[in-house]
């Protein structure tokens, strides 16, 4: 059910003209567009948060990470801070 403040919209557009309801249309279209975009990368980021998650517990990629991090402890001991 559409709620009263939907109704009252819907008899003021009813009272624009023909250009000014072209107009809203064109940016109420505009503004659906932009969220389902937004949406699509909110469930992107989702998607590779999860993925990322997974690889973490992976012992394969835990054993690649553990690899590298032994390659590069010499450059850690470099004398550099970290910032």
């Given amino acids: 059910m559409m709620?009263?403040?939907l109704h009252e919209i819907e008899r003021s557009i009813g009272t624009l003209?023909?250009?000014e309801q072209e107009w809203l249309l064109e940016r109420i279209s505009e503004q659906v567009q932009y969220k389902k975009?937004?949406?699509d990368k909110f469930a992107d980021a989702e998607y590779m948060a999860?993925?990322?998650a997974q690889?973490?517990?992976d012992p394969e990629i835990?054993?690649?990470i553990a690899a590298i991090n032994q390659e590069f402890i010499v450059t850690e001991m470099d004398g550099?801070?970290?910032l």
């Fill in 3 to 5: 709620s009263p403040h």
């Fill in 17 to 19: 003209t023909l250009e």
């Fill in 37 to 39: 975009q937004l949406l």
């Fill in 50 to 52: 999860e993925q990322m």
């Fill in 55 to 57: 690889m973490a517990q």
């Fill in 62 to 64: 835990q054993a690649e």
């Fill in 80 to 82: 550099l801070e970290k």
